[in-house]
């Protein structure tokens, strides 16, 4: 026998809290069912769950200049967040860029060439050693 398969509830956006509140209401026992079938369907979401999912952090040493150390610490207490974390963050954001090749300026992983916006190439970064 086929398990019944529920539709799934498409929650709308909404123009005023009373208008999304009147919404929850009305659609309560559907919105309950499908949250207990996915909970049948899944494991519940619980911390240990969300442990064993963690992507394991690699401690690593960088050294980074005092300014943009202090820049870091002022920015992520702004944002109410512990500096390395809105390092690690920013991190994440600028690979996320430029695995998708929005980056106006990137250095190659052999530190030879620079790109600038428009693919024009820069010299090398390095001196070369000639062969002569």
Not at 1 to 13: E, F
Not at 17 to 41: C, F, G, L, N, T
Not at 91 to 115: P, Y
């Amino acid at each position: 026998m086929a398990k019944a398969k529920l539709k799934q509830v498409v929650i709308p956006k909404f123009f005023s809290e009373a208008e999304e509140a009147a919404w929850w209401d009305s659609h309560r026992s559907e919105v309950e069912a499908e949250i207990r079938q996915r909970m049948k369907r899944q494991r519940p979401l619980t911390l240990g769950n969300l442990l064993q999912q963690a992507k394991p952090s690699q401690p690593i040493t960088l050294r980074i200049p005092r300014e943009d150390l202090e820049t870091a610490r002022r920015l992520a207490e702004r944002e109410g967040l512990g500096y390395q974390t809105y390092i690690k963050m920013l991190l994440r954001s600028a690979l996320a860029k430029s695995a998708s090749g929005d980056v106006s300026f990137r250095v190659s992983h052999t530190g030879r060439t620079r790109e600038y916006a428009g693919g024009k190439k820069a010299q090398s970064l390095r001196p070369r050693r000639d062969s002569r």
